[in-house]
């Protein structure tokens, strides 16, 4: 397994975040499980001649903050911090929770109040990326919970990790470079378009894609990847969405998600499970009611439901529309604390228009 680790830094040091000598590059991880990536990671960024930085949190900390917290507290992030995100060259963040749900009973206002407080560190990433000042990638490694939560063994969850993320191939770098090749020409034709309408189940919804880019996802920001996104504009969006896969945040479960939006904004919204944690987000500033990205997912090899969304938005045959924050790279301007990926299948008859023309059927591009 040593040599799986080796290859997964590999990418994420030489090819995601590309690390140059003198480089300031911190490595951030939830808890102390992912320690044998952290050390190959840590040695390949040493490799690469930069000065890596490891940020290791401890088991249970979040939850103690929240449970704790005053408002002040909440609201309130610290002058360190601030200047890693306004000064680090490379963020490589590990994700490996041993419980997926410790956030669940905590209440969605003091969630919310901390999504706001925290928003500008990730707007001032995003906007710092955008300029190539800065960059930036997630990626997990396994754990039992993350197994559960995907009703996986943690020897299926590895394995399923491992093919997501092309490390069962000899070279796993050059075959993200394939992927992005074969994606660009369908992100070149997105481009000379300017409007999208998704039609499905419970679904018809137009966006205006008038001067925003879409970007071809190939393991630069997300560890495994494959999706082609934008950021529509922002008063844009109208008619009706529905989400048939499970929406979780921060270990809150939404189910069966029906939005109506006019002029970019959510104005109804129906849910099975969860209205009470969902309302609450969508509220917690103004900007959280609009689109911040819609995206088509590319990745074959995730084909089920894992309850983490750093794979499910990437799942073959699937789309996904984020609330909240937009990517500045895409020229979005939506500003929130939130930024939420729902996800709609596809395959049941979906259909994606691009200026009118069909360009999706059932889970695949036509173009």
Known sequence: MSNIWEKYAKVLVEYSTNVQKGELTVIKTDNSQSAPLINEIYKAVLNRGGYPMVRCGIDGLTETFFKNASDEQLEFVDEMTKMEYNTVKNFISISAPSNVKQLARISPEKQAKRSKATHQLSETLMNRSAKGDANWVIADFPTQALAQEA??????????????????????????????????????????????????????????????????????????????????????????IYFDFPAIYRGNEVNKILLTLKDGKVIDHKVEQGDDFFTAMINQDEGARFVGEIAIGTNDRIQEITGNILFDEKIGGSIHMALGASYPETGGQNVSGLHWDLIKNMKNGGKIYADDKLIYENGKFLI
């Open 151 to 240: 009703r996986m063994s943690l020897e299926d969850y590895t394995q399923f990790i491992i093919n997501s993320c092309y490390l069962d191939v000899e070279n796993p770098v050059e075959k993200w470079k394939e992927i992005e090749k074969e994606q660009q020409g369908k992100t070149d034709y997105l481009n000379t378009t300017t409007k999208i309408r998704i039609v499905g189940e419970k679904t018809d919804i137009t966006f205006s894609t008038e001067g925003r880019k879409w970007i071809n996802c190939c393991g630069i920001n997300n560890f495994p990847d494959g999706e082609i996104f934008t950021s529509p504009v922002e008063n844009s969006a109208n008619g009706q």
